[in-house]
C-alpha cells in the first residue's frame, strides 16, 4: 500500500529534510537507461497515481478525468493534472503485464446471468444507432436488475449506458473481504460531481453521469471511486484495495448497456478520456484555461482565472501526441500543435512567454507578471514541446523545434541560478520578487535531476549531465565548495 | 594574542563550517549603532591588522605600505591590501587611546645619550635644507655609534634619516624579555625589501631603504618588522609582541638622523604612508594597477597584470577622502576622484564595469570576461563612491553619486542572486561561467551582512535590513523555506 499511495507532499510538514530525502519514493532519482522516446512511458509517471492524491476529489463520471481541489475547495479540472492522469495511466499500459480482462454482457456474445424481478424485464436486441447488440432493461417498480458478480479483486469497471427513462442508476455493491460491510458506488443521472450519503450507518457514494438520454462510455476504477466517498464522508482513505471485492450490481431504469467490463485495469481508456478531455476543452487560444484564482506571493503576482500553464500545455502536448501516436486520429494532433500558441505570446498578452531580463525566453508554468521562472514546469514544456517535434509528421511540425530549441538555450545558461550549492531553488521568485529564496523541497530537486537526466539522452551538453550529477550529490548531503 | 592576530583565511581547511562561525572572530556581526561616517572608523577596519596577515611578506621601509605575496611569492604591491593596511590605522587611531611617544632625538629639544666609539663623531646642527636641527653622525671604522634604549614594549619608532655616505644603516636589537636572545632588525642603504640572515645560530633582519641621499621617513613597527624576518628564515612568527623589547640602536656610516621617537603606536603615520603610496602609484587612468596575473577558474576568465580592481579603487578612495579630510590637502582629493575613471570603462576596455545581461551595472573587484560579480567587493566600491560624495567639495564631486546611485539600484536588484537559502555565494561565476556556484565562507558571509548593515543606515530601503537580517539567520542554522 505504502508504493501504491502516492504520499507526495504530505510528509514535508510533519518530517525534516533528511528523513524526508531517504523515506520518501518520490525523491528517488530515476537514472534513464535508454534515450528518451517521445512515445513511449512519460518520464517515471508509471510509478504515479494521481487520482489517489488528497488534492484529487474524485475521477469526474461525466467527463472520466481527475477534480483537482488544490487551489479551490470545491473542485475544478486541473489541466496540468488532468495531462499527469492520462500519462501515468499510458506509462503503467507499457510498464505493467496486459490486465485481466472479463466483458459481463455485450448483448450478444457476452451474455451475464441478471436476476430480474417480477415486472421488470431485460431484453437483448440490435440497436441501429450503435451498430451492436445492447441489452435494453427496465426495472420499472421493481428494487431493480441486479447481477451477481466474483470477479476477486479486479476492480475496474467499464460500460457504455444510456436511459430512455428520465432517471435511472446504475449501483455497484463492493464488499470489503471479511464481509462485515457492503459499500454502494451508484452511477445515477445527475449533475452532481460526487456526493456521500450516510442513511443509519449505511454509507453509499453516488457520482452523477449527467445528461443521461445519450450513450455515455464510463471506466470506473471502483476502489478510487468509493476511497473518494469514504474520504468525502470523513470516514477516511484507509479501504485496502486487495481487500476489496465486487460483491452484485444492480440496475434501475429503463436504459440500455453494452460492453460491461470488469478488469484488472484499463489505462489506455483513463488515457483516451484526458486526451479526449483536452480536445474538447482546448479554447481558440490553443490554450487550456486554469478556472482559478492563483496565488503566488502574498498578494503580488497573483493569475486571476483564465491563465494558462505553460506546464499544462506542455503535459498537454506530450498526452496529445502519445494519442495521436497510438490512433493515428489527427484531431489529437492537431490539439497538440495549436497548444502550442500560448509559447509565442507574453505572459503579460495572456501567454506563456516570459524573458528572463528581456533575453532569455522562459515558458511560464505560472505566467505572472513579473515572471517566477518555475523550473520543472518549464522543462516539462520543453519535454511537450520535444515530443511534438519527436512525433508530428516533418511537414507539420511548426514552431515547435524553434521554441524547444530556444528553450534548451535558456536552460543551458540559467540552470546555474537554480543551484543553491546544496539543492535548488524552485522558481527565481527570489530574484523577480526580491523575496528569500523559494527551496525546492527534495522530492522537487529529484523532479528537476530526473528532467536534466531526460534531456541529456536527447542532448549531448556536458552541462545537462554535470549539473545532474551535482544536484544528485546533493541528496547525499555533498555540498559545493566554499572559497 | 589570539584577538591580535588576524587568523582570517587560514582555519577554512582545517576546520567545517559550524566550528568555523562560532571560533573565528572574522565570522562576527557588527550591528552599526550610529549612520555610517565617510570620515570615521571604516567599518569594522579597527579590528583588522593587515601587516600580520601570512600574505604580507613584510612592510617595505622604502614605501612604508605592505608587500603582498598572495598571487606572487615574489611580491607585489596589492592596491586592495595598501587601502586596507592604512583604513585599519586610521581606524585605530579613532578607536584606540591616543599612543605612548617618546621623541629620543631631534637635534634641538630632546637629544639622546649616544655611545660614541674612539674615532666617530655626533654632531647636532642647523639644517638649511630641511629649516631642523639634525644629528649628524659618522661611525668611521668603529662597531657604530648606539644608544641604549629603555623604552619596554613601545615598538613603534619613526626617524627621518639620510646617509652622507654611500654605506650606512640603523639597527636595532631587540630582546626577549628573559634576555636569552637578541634580534638584531638593520635598515640599510640597499634595494633589497628584506632579508633575513643567520650567521651560526644569529639571526638578523635587514630591510632596505633604497637611495640613502635624500632624506627618508621611516615609521616601523619594530615587531612586524622582527616577526616577518622570522617567518622568512623559517623559524616561524611566533614571538610575542609584549615579550619583546627594544634595547639598543646602533648606528653606522655617515649621515643625518631627526625625530627618532618610539612609541606605543603611529596609526596616523602608517595611514599616511598608505595614502601617499596612492598618490604617486596611480597611472593616467585613475587606475592602481594589479602586476600580477589573476587566475580565476582554471584558465578561464583570468586576468592579466596591469588590471584594475574596483575594489582597490574604493578602498583607495575611502582612505584617500579620510587623508584628504583630515589633512586638508587636495592631491587625495583629486587622487580620489581620479580614481573614478575606471568605473566608467568596461571591463573589455581595461576598467571595471560589468553589465549584469546588459542592463544591471556592477563595479568589478576581478574585472574578468566574462563578469565575475564578486559581491562584497562590489559592495567596498559603493562605500569608496559614498566616501567621496560626502567628502569632496559638492562642486567637485563629478560622477560619484551616479556611480554610486547605478550601483545601489544594481546592488538591490540583484542581492537575492546570492543567497542560497542557507547563506551566501562570493561572486555570480557559476552563472557566467556555467559552474557550481562559489559558496561564500562563513568570514566572507558576514562581510556581506556587515556591509549590508552598513549601508542600511545610509539607505532606508528595506530591502537591505532584510536581507542582512535573513543572511544573519543563517549563520546560527536557519534556513530559507522550502515549498
Not at 417480477?118 to 441501429?128: E, L, P, V
Not at 515547435?400 to 539543492?423: E, Y
Request: with cysteine; hydrophobic share 35%; net charge positive.
Amino acid at each position: 500500500m505504502m508504493k501504491y499511495y502516492e504520499v507526495y507532499g504530505k510528509l514535508t510538514k510533519s518530517k525534516g529534510h533528511e528523513q524526508f530525502e531517504w523515506s520518501h519514493s518520490y525523491s528517488k532519482v530515476f537514472k534513464p537507461t535508454t534515450p528518451y522516446n517521445a512515445s513511449g512511458m512519460f518520464m517515471y509517471f508509471s510509478n504515479y497515481n494521481v487520482e489517489v492524491r488528497d488534492r484529487v476529489k474524485c475521477i469526474s463520471a461525466t467527463e472520466g478525468v481527475p477534480v483537482s481541489t488544490q487551489w479551490e475547495a470545491s473542485g475544478y479540472y486541473y489541466p496540468v493534472q488532468v495531462a499527469q492522469y492520462g500519462l501515468s495511466h499510458y506509462s503503467k499500459n507499457l510498464s505493467e503485464p496486459p490486465p485481466k480482462r472479463k466483458v459481463l454482457e455485450d448483448g450478444n456474445t457476452f451474455t451475464a446471468k441478471w436476476q430480474v424481478p417480477k415486472g421488470a424485464y431485460i431484453r437483448r436486441n440490435y440497436d441501429s444507432a450503435k451498430l451492436t447488440h445492447v441489452l435494453e432493461f427496465n426495472s420499472r417498480d421493481s428494487a431493480g436488475i441486479s447481477l451477481r458478480l466474483k470477479q476477486g479483486t479486479d476492480l475496474v469497471l467499464s460500460f457504455d449506458l444510456r436511459f430512455l427513462s428520465m432517471n435511472g442508476s446504475l449501483t455497484l455493491f463492493l464488499e470489503d473481504r471479511d464481509r462485515s460491510q457492503t459499500f454502494p458506488v451508484s452511477f445515477t443521472c445527475s449533475s452532481v460531481l460526487v456526493e456521500a450519503h450516510n442513511a443509519s450507518g449505511s454509507y453509499s457514494t453516488i457520482y452523477g453521469m449527467g445528461n443521461c438520454q445519450s450513450w455515455n462510455r464510463l471506466t470506473r476504477d471502483l476502489h478510487i471511486d468509493l476511497v473518494k466517498g469514504h474520504v468525502l464522508s470523513g470516514r477516511g482513505k484507509k479501504l485496502s484495495r486487495t481487500k476489496l471485492r465486487v460483491h452484485h450490481l444492480l440496475l434501475k431504469g429503463n436504459g440500455q448497456l453494452d460492453n460491461l467490463t470488469l478488469a484488472s485495469s484499463n489505462h489506455m481508456d483513463m488515457f483516451y478520456s484526458s486526451a479526449d478531455w483536452l480536445v474538447v476543452h482546448q479554447d481558440s487560444s490553443g490554450g487550456w484555461p486554469i478556472g482559478v484564482k492563483r496565488k503566488i506571493a502574498s498578494g503580488r503576482a497573483d493569475l486571476d482565472p483564465g491563465w494558462y500553464s505553460a506546464m499544462g500545455q506542455g503535459q498537454a502536448m506530450s498526452l496529445l501526441m502519445r494519442a495521436f501516436y497510438r490512433s493515428g486520429k489527427p484531431h489529437y494532433l492537431e490539439a497538440a500543435l495549436k497548444g502550442m500558441q500560448p509559447f509565442s505570446k507574453s505572459s503579460t498578452e495572456g501567454g506563456v512567454r516570459a524573458y528572463f531580463m528581456n533575453q532569455y525566453p522562459w515558458y511560464e508554468e505560472y505566467p505572472t507578471v513579473p515572471p517566477s521562472f518555475v523550473l520543472n514546469g518549464f522543462i516539462y514544456s520543453l519535454i511537450g514541446l520535444y515530443d511534438v517535434v519527436s512525433l508530428a509528421p516533418p511537414n507539420q511540425v511548426g514552431d515547435a523545434q524553434l521554441l524547444f530549441d530556444q528553450g534548451m538555450h535558456s536552460l543551458k545558461k540559467l540552470l546555474p541560478l537554480f543551484d543553491t550549492g546544496s539543492g535548488t531553488v524552485y522558481d527565481l521568485r527570489h530574484f523577480t520578487l526580491g523575496l528569500a529564496p523559494n527551496i525546492a523541497r527534495w522530492d522537487y530537486h529529484s523532479t528537476h535531476i530526473n528532467q536534466l537526466l531526460l534531456l541529456s539522452t536527447i542532448d549531448s551538453d556536458p552541462i545537462l549531465t554535470n549539473v545532474a550529477e551535482r544536484w544528485i550529490s546533493y541528496m547525499s548531503g555533498k555540498r559545493a565548495a566554499h572559497n
